[in-house]
Nanobody
């Protein structure tokens, strides 16, 4: 099991940047696939980005490709989401999640441990 705490959310103008962090505890972090999801008001939870446990494989939803970058530091037990060129449609609560195994899935059901979320609001 992995315990996760997100931070770094806030209010930013369109075109701005934010970096989200997800601090983990638990002995399985370094062998867990990590993902970022988001949920906008009135919408379902959406996969944003995922990273393999080695950090060598990443995947993104199409709407954030070229703007967001996921990374991890296993020594610090932290995963990051660098978000650039933010748009109002990126406004959502962002969640960090951990999945066992080696597949960087886009399905939230594959992720077993979740953080409490951090709010990102992008003003136009």
């Amino acid at each position: 099991q992995v315990q996760l705490v997100e931070s770094g959310g806030g209010l930013v103008q369109a075109g701005g940047s934010l970096r989200l962090s997800c601090a983990a505890s638990g002995r399985t972090f370094s062998t867990s696939v990590m993902g970022w999801f988001r949920q906008a008001p009135g919408k379902g939870r959406e996969f944003v980005a995922g990273i393999s446990w080695t950090g060598t494989f990443t995947r993104y939803t199409d709407s954030v490709k070229g703007r967001f970058t996921i990374s991890r530091d296993n020594a610090k037990m932290t995963v990051y989401l660098q978000m650039n060129t933010l748009k109002p449609e990126d406004t959502a609560v962002y969640y960090c999640a951990a999945a066992p195994g080696t597949t960087t899935s886009i399905r939230d059901a594959e992720y077993k441990d979740w953080g409490q979320g951090t709010q990102v609001t992008v003003s136009s």
